[in-house]
């Protein structure tokens, strides 16, 4: 027995020593790579084992970081199921919530997925107006932090569905009776169903001819122990007593986890470069000195020849427990070490199933002494999500990748940086050190157009003798002159709105009716850009909508999405757009036709309409095979596709060079977009010169929004994701709504003015009397002027400012220029009283004066060199303060101030800017 016992004690001891005995081997292999305040240590597989930020050497997750892959090709299968029906017995398990309306649920042998039956959502025939309603199971027992996949199949009788929001935010946060799809009650232990407690999870896609699977994930809350799974249909009887079926309802536990690649790391003149396999993927990497960061690119490949979906993980191991994560400049959150969730700002990156991509290109962590922050490039095009992960401890970066060696897509490539920032900056110090490691690519913040060169706006089709002349109107009152495109598959005119809207396949037959047509631009157009129309996995063209709006009179329109091929590959919205808009308008203003009696003018700019409004991933095997960027893949059935923002890349590219080449220069022709997409349009922005926006009622009766339309468009938090998006780019806003007064008017203007955004009021906008468009577009020019001196100080993403009493707060200018601005405003319902405090790292070498610009009144200033403060009494709601701050002595001006208006000349649609020349500087990729 002594003999049996000894060895057993040998390997208690051996194995630790062991252990030690060869740690300085790895030690002595261990590599680091540093950028700014950043260091990173390495061990010899590539793995990254220690963070450290200024010297200071953070406590590590239990895990190495690095590259790590979750394979999820196969994830949404499994036998695992906390809930799984297809509906074959009865719905006595199930709750109809007494919210639900006049929408009839019941099983149906007409149609099913599997087995015999289905469930089937109609509309009751009682209706005249929308009617929501919910399917709602048992309760289930589920762990905070655990990673669920809804899913279900679905399939509607028309071909589509009416009711499915186009925004990303709007469909993700829509309350419970919004739109037809799959959600989730997070409740107690009994089932009560709390409507604030729900949460959307994946969309039933407008298209639906067959039957069509929906699907997404998502992580269960802190403290939530009980879930119930809801089936919702919001149903028009408009659409000939509109129904879907559902059959197939399944949530379970996600089974796919993120693993780690090992492999080796070899050091070389650019940098650490590493190799490693799992599984079928290949992943090679180089780790290098970016300035003050560190980067990582690569490229990861499947070897197998096999469609694979995948996120790509790049993660540095920190054990932030207790830090902060911002979600934005105005919210951040305590990371709960307690509650093992992943921190994101995110929104969808697909509107028919939450593909989670991340608000900002940046994010990170901070403890009051160090921060750590993780950015992507805008360029190329990429569907990625920067997190915290508090299971894992890691600050990450994750890629959703697809790969399809079919298609010639075996591979994907790869680019992150990694950086320190001051902790007491918070969000706006990763802004800024996010600026700073990309400065580079100036044509990511900055344009050579400058919009504040125009007077005014207008955007239309400058065709023919009518455009020449509208040009020309606009070259003699300094009008900013754009022609309008739409990159959609527009079809008007499908019926009369007092009929039925047609089925799917109807409408697809009215486009090839059409393209049969004897007018060679609507042949064209319903022939050739109908084939890039993008499609999903079941073949089905992506649909936008089959409605009547507001613009379309007594007719439904429909809406396709396009997904343009790259220039060259083939015919389609290119040349169409090239041929019969961009021609033709410039050709007609630049040398009209002598007959017309017209001088030449010129065309300012392009403009695309609903950019990226209702973004979807495009499965099209010939747009995948000539894709130019990585692919993602579908979170309803994690197979490739390519995202739209791809394709508008592409096709932006086209637009920049076909101005730059084919239209006279100087001046330079700005490309203008209706910004409607969040986070996927982020990489499209290099090639955008003014970033617009269309929002109705934005402030109605003394609030934000008029109860009846959203103003999600007008939230802070995207107003100022677009602010710093455009970064010193211009941007501006086109407001319409109903019942809007001059107070109203002030509000909205006042709210824009904090992110320095040209304003007007559409011809559309209806208004209190005694105040109209005419007072409006005076009031928009006022606030404008103040605009255009916000717009050439700059904005700065550091405030260096301080202002208490809930404000908001924004800085333009720089003190060493002799001037600059700090705009506050009250979001709030009451007025606020309050002090705004320079910072001493503002660097202010002079003693101020502060002149309120808004209404041309000197404010005193008080405090001490050089922590100067300036106090606010009472600033109403909704009311913002301009202070210019220049040397005492030198005089401020006393220009533009909107409360002195006596009077001005015209009104305009958007009253851009204000009295400056066109610019002459020279297109071209910046």
Sequence with gaps: MQHDVEPKRIRRWLVPALV??????????????????????????????AVGVTGRTLQGASDTGGVAIRDVTHAGSTTDYLLDTGFEGSLELWEVPPESEAVNITLSREQAYEGQQSVLFQVDASATEPQFA??????????????????????????????????????????????????????????????????????????????????AECVVPPGVHHVRVAVVARLDPWFDLESFFVDSVQLFESGAVVEPVVGSMTAGADGLTFSGVLGPFFVEALWRSAGDAVEVSGHVSAGDGRVHALDLVIALPVDAAGWTWPDSAASSRTISGDNPIPYANDVSGDIQAYLPV????????????????????????????????????????????????????????????FHAFPPSDGFRGIIDTFASSWSDHADWFDSPFDGTAYRSFDVGQFLGK??????????????????????????????????????????LALIDERARSADPEEAYYYTWVAQQVGTDGNGDPLLKHIDQKAWTGDWVEGVLKINPSPAGVQDGMHTYTATWKLAPAFDATSDPDPSWQVAPSTLDAVQLDNFL???????????????????????????????????????????????DDNVEQPPVRGILINWKGLGITNGTLPWIDVCASEVADAVVGGQYGSGTEPWAEFDPEILAYKRTLAFHKLRGMAFQGTG????????????????????????????????????????????????????????????????????????????????????????????????????????????????????????????????????????????????????????????????????LATAFLWGLLGGRKKSTRRGGRR
């Excluded at 979807?616 to 390519?642: C, F, I, N, V």
């Excluded at 739209?644 to 086209?654: C, E, K, P, S, T």
């Excluded at 009031?779 to 904005?795: E, G, P, S, T």
Aim: proline fraction near 7%.
């Design 466 to 507: 009518d455009g020449a002349t509208a040009s020309a109107e606009d070259d003699a009152t300094q009008t900013m002159s754009v022609q309008y495109t739409v990159a959609d598959l527009t079809i008007p005119q499908v019926c009369p709105a007092s009929e039925t809207p047609p089925s799917l396949e109807e409408l």
């Design 613 to 659: 409004a209702a973004a979807s991933l495009d499965t099209a095997p010939e747009r995948l095979e000539h894709a130019t960027q990585s692919l993602t893949y579908s979170m309803k059935d994690y197979t490739p596709g390519l995202p739209q923002a791809a394709g508008m890349y592409d096709y932006l590219a086209w637009l920049r060079g076909w101005l």
């Design 358 to 417: 991340s608000l900002y290109p940046f994010g990170g962590v901070h403890d009051a002494t160090s921060g750590v922050a993780a950015s992507v490039p805008l360029e190329p095009i990429t569907m990625n999500l920067v997190q915290y992960d508090a299971a894992r401890r890691m600050l990450e970066v994750v890629f959703h990748f697809g790969v399809d060696p079919g298609v010639g897509k075996a591979s994907a490539g790869f680019t992150a940086r």
């Design 740 to 903: 809007i007064s001059r107070e109203d008017a002030v509000e909205t203007l006042e709210t824009a003015l904090l992110y320095a955004t040209a304003s007007g009021f559409k011809d559309e906008t209806r208004f209190l009397p005694p105040f109209d468009l005419e007072s409006a577009g005076e009031l928009a020019r006022a606030y404008n002027d103040l605009v255009v001196d916000l717009y050439h100080a700059r904005w700065q993403p550091l405030t260096r400012a301080q202002v208490d009493g809930d404000l908001a707060l924004e800085r333009y200018g720089d003190p060493a220029e002799k001037r600059f601005y700090l705009v506050v405003h009250n979001f709030g319902d009451q007025p606020v009283s309050a002090t705004v405090a320079l910072d001493p790292d503002l660097n202010l070498t002079w003693t101020p004066s502060v002149l309120e610009r808004i209404s041309d009144t000197p404010m005193q200033v008080g405090g001490t060199a050089p922590e100067w403060t300036v106090a606010i009494e009472s600033l109403g709601p909704r009311r913002s303060l301009m202070l210019e701050f220049r040397p005492a002595g030198t005089g401020c001006s006393h220009v533009g101030a909107p409360n002195a208006l006596v009077t």
């Design 20 to 49: 030690w005995a060869c740690w300085p081997v790895v030690q002595a292999h261990a590599v680091s790579v540093t950028g700014g305040d950043l260091e990173l240590e390495f061990d010899d597989q590539g793995r990254v084992v």
């Design 134 to 215: 919910a399917l709602v199971s048992g309760v289930i027992d589920v762990e905070p932090g655990t990673r669920l996949r809804l899913q279900a199949m679905y399939q509607a009788p028309r071909g589509y569905l009416s009711e499915n929001a186009g925004w990303q935010r709007s469909i993700y946060d829509p309350g419970f009776h919004a739109v037809n799809g799959l959600g989730l009650f997070w409740t107690d232990g009994e089932g009560t169903l709390d409507p604030a407690a729900f949460q959307f999870v994946a969309p039933f896609a407008k298209q639906a001819a067959a039957w069509k699977p929906a699907g």
